[in-house]
């Protein structure tokens, strides 16, 4: 069964740094696309970051602070956070599609690391 498990939340002041992690696990052929998403306390999930082939995009709020990569060997995404401010502050989603050994695209999605900034 193929997983996405995000890891690098935490807590940080503000004008700190955080990098979180996405890998993917099971048994899978491919992974395309990837994307970082957050959510905030009542508010709509939204894209933060997304990268594909040798593509990248950037919501405007994190441009110039933030930085999505990906390791293909590793099946696994980063986002490097810096500068990070409270508004930064929410439960940090990655997705990717993943294309199973039958030849089946699906979009899946991580469970989510907290990510506060505060001080």
């Known amino acids: 069964q193929v997983q996405l498990v995000e890891s690098g939340g935490g807590l940080v002041q503000p004008g700190g740094s955080l990098r979180l992690s996405c890998a993917a696990s099971?048994?899978?052929?491919?992974?395309?696309?990837m994307g970082w998403y957050r959510q905030a306390p009542g508010k709509e999930r939204k894209m933060v970051a997304r990268?594909?082939?040798?593509?990248?995009n950037y919501a405007d709020s994190v441009k110039g602070r933030f930085t999505i990569s990906r390791d293909i060997a590793k099946n696994t995404a980063y986002l490097q956070m810096n500068s990070l401010k409270p508004e930064d502050t929410a439960v940090y989603y990655c997705?990717?599609?993943?294309?199973?050994?039958?030849?089946?695209?699906?979009?899946?999605w991580g469970q989510g690391t907290q990510v506060t900034v505060s001080s």
């Open positions: 099971g048994s899978f052929s491919s992974m395309t696309a």
């Open positions: 990268i594909a082939a040798r593509s990248t």
């Open positions: 997705n990717g599609v993943i294309t199973n050994t039958f030849g089946r695209s699906a979009l899946f």
